[in-house]
Structure formats: C-alpha cells, structure tokens
C-alpha cells in the first residue's frame, strides 16, 4: 500500500507565494518521476511540473520562471515552490508519483488534492 500525503495549500493574494509537500509512504522499493498537476473549476487536470529521480525537471508554460520543483529522496517527498501567483493559478492540486513497490509492479500514485486559492 503507497499512500500520497499532501500540504501545504491555502489562500494567498496575488504575487504572494505557497510551497506544497507532498510525502509518500508505505511499501515503496524506488520512486522514478514525481509531479504537480492541478485542476481549475471546469477544466481538466493539467500537469504544473514534474522531476525524475535525477532531478530532470520539466514545467508548464504558463508556470516556468514561477514555480520551482525539487524532491528529497532520502525522505520520499517532492515540494513544489510557488512564486508570484496569480489568481488562474487557482486550483485543486494533486501530486503524482510513479512508485515501484516493495511487492509488484510500478504503479501511478495520487495524493487526495490540496486547494490552492490566489485571491485578494
């Protein structure tokens, strides 16, 4: 069993910032990529950024310059530093993680989503 924990979300006002967390835990044998997608009130759920296990990153256009992804692997966690928000930047966030369990077989993995509001 692979759980996804995330924190960190909130209000904030427009240019402010917000860093999410996300940990995952239970029988995890390696984490390859790990990511943030989100989900605007009546759009689908778009990747924000992800980051291999090498620390590869990649961004969605509309966040680069923006939001900065990192991970620690030592503790299963990826964090998502988000700078100089904007009120389209509303959304329910979900991590994501490509988990390779203790017993199976690689597997895509969701946290429960955190809400993320930029208002003033």
């Known amino acids: 069993q692979v759980r996804l924990v995330e924190s960190g979300g909130g209000l904030v006002q427009p240019g402010g910032s917000l860093r999410l967390s996300c940990a995952a835990s239970?029988?995890?044998?390696?984490?390859?990529?790990m990511g943030w997608y989100r989900q605007a009130p009546g759009k689908e759920r778009e990747l924000a950024a992800d980051?291999?296990?090498?620390?590869?990153?990649n961004y969605a256009d509309s966040v680069k310059g923006r939001f900065t992804i990192s991970r620690d692997n030592t503790k299963n966690t990826v964090y998502l530093q988000m700078n100089s928000l904007k009120p389209d930047d509303t959304a329910v966030y979900y991590c994501?993680?490509?988990?390779?369990?203790?017993?199976?077989?690689?597997?895509?993995?969701w946290g429960q989503g955190i809400q993320v509001t930029v208002s003033s």
């Open positions: 980051i291999t296990s090498g620390g590869s990153t």
């Open positions: 994501n993680a490509a988990v390779v369990p203790t017993l199976g077989y690689k597997n895509n993995y």
């Open positions: 239970g029988s995890i044998f390696s984490i390859n990529a």
